[in-house]
């Protein structure tokens, strides 16, 4: 089956979703032969023109909520694709030894374009199935415990250590708060600023509130052109703020989640672009891009010792608010 | 909240804050429902003497319950960017950011002062759950980074009393980027060996809980504090289940394994002052063999 066919479009999609359906329409329509094929060649070119300018204008001017949607599009790429994609030698590791083994957050060694480090990341599953097994990306503190674990070992081995951020926000269970939710994520947020080896950190698609910066605090920080990244969801502060969560649209825009806002608040170092339309239409570009910048950012590191590279990572922290407001 | 604040208009309260509150004022327990003289209150460090609940405490009157002989010099909170996303809601932030100030004479939600505990001189700082409900936006951050910094260059252990019900979303990603900035002030006092000890009231939850709060450490809990990443009504409606007695209190924190003790506000100065004393004998060692 055609992928278009499969593709989910969002709401504000429509009318490409309408161009692109009008284009296959047309090409299905191929009589074989005949005079009749080089007008609708024509007319199939004349349509794509018209379908690139359109994602080019839509995506060129996505409100706040917008990105919020494609930040979470069911076919974005996930951690799970990026390890497999940009990545080889991928060697998963399991568990935090104390509890038990949260898939919310998938880590191992690998190697990425020749040079081994350490890889983690959120993985919030692509079909009913996975997505139950990696609870949507919400991680517990044994998935906390286990990204500590991994940063400690990446750290002793002088692996540099690069994350993938794509989460709603860490799990609010019964469970999660027994054995100390809270804790957790302090600790790893405590352990990213403790490194003594390059750490980047990009924001692929969510970046919710506490859940994310627990794995977050790097020497660089990145964030996908359409990713977001926030204290709190839109809804849970529309619910809050407004006590109702249909003014999400409000709070999406006052709360400044996207990647160009955060940019200009000297929060994040870089913006990774998408191929026109998102990274959902293109997957594979994607991420080649992303693995292109994370090249550039550790190539940037390069050379600096292992207490440098703390102490740079720290007094960036420390200047956030002080400059670009 | 406090009968006072709950019906005393906010220009009013600011005239009757502490020694100026009348005698026949009533105070009426959360908990218990009983009434006590507010006068008769506060001199029990807001500890209901019916029932002991621990309600919240202003900074002032925290400082004047810990410091030898009420004495001790306030440090300067750092000014910050005001409203640096321009956010409003059904209201505007600096309208919000009035109110709260109006309300309780303070800049923001924290406070921090210098001063001797037990006779060990130490720094403590002091968020206010009545500052917008002691949430934690670049102020908040930046007063704990300035009382590390203190810390720090005097030598001397810190202090930090949580209260707070999370971030401040009025100031959206900044206010996040909080948790990792006072983590590294944090990390400062841990490299030069000084103590860094929590005291947790109620209430401390979301990012305030998942940072500074659960670093220290010594993990001092109030007893009855609620303390939690996620509040409980989140999670009632994430699971639809009914919570566990008692979930999410300080006692509860204990049985888990997540507070090295619970203590009574009234023992809360002399527990500091052992802690203190004990946790600073290696560095004055340390100090004296150099
Ligand atoms: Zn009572």
Redesign the pocket.
């Known amino acids: 089956m055609d992928w278009q066919y499969m593709m989910t479009f969002l709401e504000f999609e429509k009318p490409i979703a309408e161009l692109e359906g009008k284009i296959r329409e047309l090409r299905s329509f191929s009589p074989g032969s005949g005079k009749g094929e080089v007008d609708i060649t024509a007319e199939v070119s004349q349509l794509e023109g018209k379908l690139s300018k359109l994602l080019k204008d839509t995506y060129a001017d996505l409100s706040p909520k917008q990105k919020m949607q494609v930040a979470r599009h069911p076919e974005r790429p996930h951690f799970s694709d990026i390890a497999n994609h940009l990545f080889e030698d991928f060697v998963p590791l399991a568990g935090d030894r104390a509890f038990g083994e949260d898939e919310a957050i998938i880590g191992g060694m690998a190697r990425f374009r020749g040079e081994a480090c350490v890889v983690m990341g959120h993985e919030k599953g692509s079909d009913t199935q996975s997505r139950i097994k990696h609870n949507f990306g919400m991680a517990r503190p044994e998935g906390y415990r286990k990204a500590i674990r991994l940063m400690e070992m990446a750290d002793r081995f002088g692996l540099p250590i690069l994350t993938m951020v794509d989460t709603p926000g860490a799990y609010p269970g019964v469970g999660a708060e027994e054995r100390g939710q809270a804790e957790a994520i302090a600790r790893s947020t405590d352990t990213c600023l403790n490194l003594r080896v390059p750490l980047v950190c990009t924001i692929v698609g969510e970046g919710g509130s506490g859940g994310a910066v627990a794995i977050a605090a790097g020497n660089k920080v990145l964030m996908m052109e359409h990713a977001i990244y926030s204290v709190i969801s839109p809804e849970g502060c529309a619910s809050i703020l407004w006590r109702t969560n249909e003014k999400a649209e409000e709070a999406a825009n006052a709360l400044k989640i996207t990647a160009q806002d955060l940019m200009k608040l000297k929060v994040i170092d870089g913006i990774v672009e998408e191929p026109l339309g998102g990274a959902h239409r293109d997957p594979e570009r994607a991420m080649n891009m992303l693995g292109d910048q994370i090249e550039q950012s550790l190539r940037e590191m390069a050379g600096m010792g292992p207490d440098k590279l703390r102490e740079l990572r720290r007094e960036k922290f420390l200047a956030i608010g002080e400059i670009g407001l | 909240m406090s009968w006072l604040t709950n019906y005393v208009k906010p220009k009013l309260q600011k005239v009757l804050k502490s020694k100026d509150t009348p005698d026949n004022l009533w105070h009426k327990?959360?908990?218990?429902?009983?009434m006590?003289f507010h006068k008769e209150f506060v001199a029990n460090l807001y500890v209901?003497?019916?029932?002991?609940?621990h309600d919240r405490m202003p900074p002032a009157e925290r400082f004047s319950s810990l410091f030898d002989n009420d004495n001790y010099d306030l440090l300067d909170m750092p000014k910050v960017k005001q409203d640096p996303l321009k956010f409003r809601d059904s209201k505007k932030y600096p309208d919000r950011l009035k109110i709260a100030r109006n309300t309780t004479g303070d800049e923001d939600a924290i406070k921090a002062a210098v001063g001797k505990i037990g006779g060990q001189e130490c720094v403590v700082a002091v968020q206010n759950f009545f500052f917008m409900g002691g949430s934690m936006g670049m102020a908040v951050g930046e007063g704990i980074i300035a009382a590390a910094r203190h810390a720090h260059k005097m030598n001397l252990p810190f202090v930090m009393f949580t209260a707070s019900g999370g971030a401040r979303m009025q100031e959206g990603i900044l206010s996040l980027m909080q948790m990792p900035r006072t983590t590294v002030a944090l990390q400062m006092l841990r490299d030069a060996g000084l103590p860094y000890i929590v005291v947790l009231t109620d209430p401390t939850s979301g990012g305030v809980s998942a940072s500074y709060a659960m670093l220290g450490d010594i993990q001092i809990a109030e007893p009855g504090a609620m303390i939690a990443f996620s509040g409980p009504r989140v999670i009632e409606q994430t699971i639809r289940e009914k919570l566990p007695e008692g979930f999410q209190r300080s006692e509860y924190l204990y049985d888990h394994g997540m507070v090295d003790m619970v203590t009574h506000r009234h023992d809360l100065k002399d527990r500091l002052a052992s802690v203190l004393s004990l946790s600073m004998a290696g560095a004055y060692r340390r100090k004296a063999a150099v």
Request: with cysteine; proline share 0%.
């Open positions: 327990c959360k908990s218990c429902g009983q006590i209901c003497a019916h029932c002991e609940t």
